[in-house]
């Protein structure tokens, strides 16, 4: 009678243990009061226009054409809401790199190069984009030591209600050599003019030497 007893009180404490167990893991699961657990999911995506086509790329490398000084360069930023929850707003800041110029977009703080600006009330599955314009610097400002500059321009998106994310985008810069001028070729007409003209002067200026010795 006592093993019967005592088998039963186990299978009780193995039973509540069970349930108790079964109750978290649906709580952690569906939530707390049922349902499932919604939450926002923050992402973003940083492009750059091709100097060429127009269309905005995720990368510009070595191999794809590049930026000269003093050219116009647009960046665009992409976020999305992934989740199944409205995020009320999605905080975007910009470090735009070394060598590039602000010209417009968000809020500009020289002395971080920080650009930011904020995106409020992004449903489920939305995205939002704006566009960002930089200006490469002029040729006496870029290291004179360098033929291509590769700058990287990162972006950080983030939710107070969950967390961030992050995304970067390249471009490169090629530095136009200075040309000399081209020394007139053998044979080339202009060349002979200006021959000529040399000679005219000299004898001129011979001839009025000659008149008021």
């Known amino acids: 009678m006592k093993k019967i007893v005592y088998s039963l009180i186990v299978f009780a404490s193995l039973f509540m243990v069970t349930f108790k167990l079964a109750q978290i893991a649906s709580a952690g699961t ?25 269309v905005y790329v995720d990368n510009l490398g070595l191999n794809d054409p590049m930026y000269s000084a003093q050219a116009t360069v647009f960046f665009k ?36 190069r920080e650009i930011r600006f904020t995106f409020a009330n992004v ?3 939305e995205r939002r984009s704006t566009i ?16 291509v500059i590769c700058p990287i321009n990162k972006v950080v998106a983030s939710s107070p209600q969950d967390g961030s994310d992050e995304d970067t985008a390249q471009l490169c810069i090629k530095k136009k050599p200075m040309v000399a001028p ?32």
Do not use: C, W
């Open 77 to 112: 930023i992409i976020v999305e809401n992934t989740g199944t929850r409205t995020l009320d707003e999605i905080n975007v800041v910009d470090y735009l790199p070394m060598y590039l110029q602000y010209i417009s977009g968000g809020n500009y703080n020289a002395t971080s």
């Open 123 to 125: 449903a489920p599955g």
């Open 30 to 54: 569906y939530g707390q009061y049922g349902g499932e657990d919604e939450s926002g999911k923050v992402m973003v995506d940083k492009l750059v226009r091709h100097p060429q086509t127009g």
């Open 132 to 147: 960002l314009q930089a200006k490469v610097y002029s040729l006496s400002q870029l290291p004179s030591e360098l033929t």
């Open 182 to 213: 081209e020394a007139p070729k053998a044979g080339d007409p202009m060349a002979l003019v200006m021959g000529l003209g040399s000679l005219t002067t000299l004898f001129g200026g011979f001839k009025l030497k000659q008149k008021y010795a």
